[in-house]
């Protein structure tokens, strides 16, 4: 989820969980306590090693988090990690409290940061939304990151080609053609620029915009450390890695495009949303249609991976609920304004022709693998990843 909206523009080349905190009734009993000489107090030395134990696994804990997402796309293979010494049995027990620990933290401050999120946008004129975003990033608060790539995006790449042509022509033996032009791929909101990166990898000269001028530093910063950790290889043997360029500038406004994309078009072969339509209030829905329509190329594909799609759409964001219903009527009709009924859900008016600017949709998934974030707590599968073309 990123900016959006933003009054300035300029171009550099290289390269947004619940829980409640829950308290005992006062009322509670507390068990008495047992007599002084039954008491037996731990040694200092004791409880310090038992805690070193607890930080130890956390520490352990959240470094696989971190490196998860990296691994699933075949993209990075950390090293193993050595082996503590700690005895099985305290290993496993310190472990299991530690993650205990990390989960309750995590959805207690999940919570906190979506309340602080909202209440940013609060009644607050879309046109000062892109001054907002651009503040949270210079106060280093971006909750909506992700840390790594697109699972979904990943997948699709690698596995449905006859959805998403790949970014390089292959001959008839499947190696990628020489000389031939990559095809291009615009991420708008990208943030720390993940999904920039894994497409790039995938070989397509990519294009990542966003409204803030921090956030491009911080692609551009993570572009160099994946650089240096062997990161975002190309995806294939025989491809080459696209180009990275990042751009600073606002979604809606077209002069940022202009020179730039397929054959210098101003559209692009492929266009990946991520936590942008979401990030958008609903009255801005038509403009985010009409404006990607406008970049899709005519024969390119719009990829949208649909979060968050288990959110009421009645409910404040950002992040505002989505669900397919709504990718359609805004996607077959750009620029249309949506009637809504009272629970968000949008009223769904056929066209009475097709019109020239729709995009139509040739497919949506349900996904093997998301982002956390797009998943139940049993782990089941929220998102929704939908590809359009004209």
Not at 26 to 53: E, G, H, N, Y
Not at 132 to 137: E, K, S
Not at 216 to 233: C, H, K, Q, T
Not at 251 to 272: K, M, Q, Y
Request: charged content about 20%; overall charge negative; aromatic content about 8%.
């Amino acid at each position: 989820m990123n900016a959006p909206v933003s009054s300035s523009l300029n171009t550099t080349a290289g390269s947004s969980a619940a829980s409640s905190t829950q308290q005992l009734p006062a009322d509670v009993a507390q068990p008495a306590a047992p007599p002084p000489t039954q008491i037996k107090t731990a040694s200092t030395d004791a409880f310090l090693k038992d805690f070193t134990i607890v930080a130890e696994a956390a520490k352990r804990a959240q470094v696989a988090v971190m490196v998860r997402d990296f691994e699933s796309c075949g993209i990075y293979a950390p090293p193993p990690p050595p082996s503590p010494h700690i005895p099985p049995r305290r290993r496993t027990t310190a472990i299991a409290i530690a993650i205990a620990i990390a989960i309750a933290i995590a959805m207690s401050a999940a919570a906190q940061d979506r309340a602080r999120l909202q209440q940013a946008f609060a009644a607050l004129p879309l046109a000062a939304h892109g001054p907002r975003w651009a503040a949270l990033y210079r106060d280093a608060f971006t909750p909506w990151d992700r840390a790594g790539p697109s699972l979904a995006l990943a997948d699709l790449l690698a596995q449905r080609a006859d959805l998403v042509p790949p970014a390089q022509d292959r001959d008839a033996r499947g190696s990628p053609v020489r000389d031939a032009p990559r095809r291009t791929a615009l991420v708008p909101g990208c943030g720390r620029g993940h999904d920039v990166l894994l497409l790039s990898s995938f070989g397509y000269d990519v294009w990542g915009l966003d409204c803030s001028a921090d956030a491009v530093r911080m692609a551009d910063e993570n572009r160099r450390a994946a650089d240096a950790e062997g990161l975002y290889a190309p995806a294939a043997a025989g491809l080459d890695k696209g180009d990275v360029r990042w751009l600073t500038g606002d979604f809606f406004d077209e002069s940022w495009s202009a020179g730039i994309g397929t054959a210098g078009s101003g559209r692009f072969d492929l266009v990946f949303d991520y936590t942008f339509l979401c990030a958008l209030p609903p009255e801005a829905r038509p403009r985010w249609a009409k404006r990607m329509a406008s970049l899709v190329h005519p024969k390119g594909r719009l990829v949208g991976l649909e979060f968050p799609s288990g959110k009421p759409l009645s409910e404040p964001g950002p992040p505002w609920g989505v669900n397919p219903e709504m990718y359609e009527a805004l996607l077959t009709t750009p620029g249309d304004d949506l009637a809504y009924d009272a629970d968000g859900d949008v009223i769904c008016t056929a066209s009475p022709q097709p019109r020239d600017d729709a995009l139509h949709r040739l497919s949506i998934i349900k996904p093997t693998r998301t982002h956390q974030a797009g998943t139940a707590e049993d782990g089941t599968v929220l998102d929704f990843i939908s590809v359009w073309t004209r």
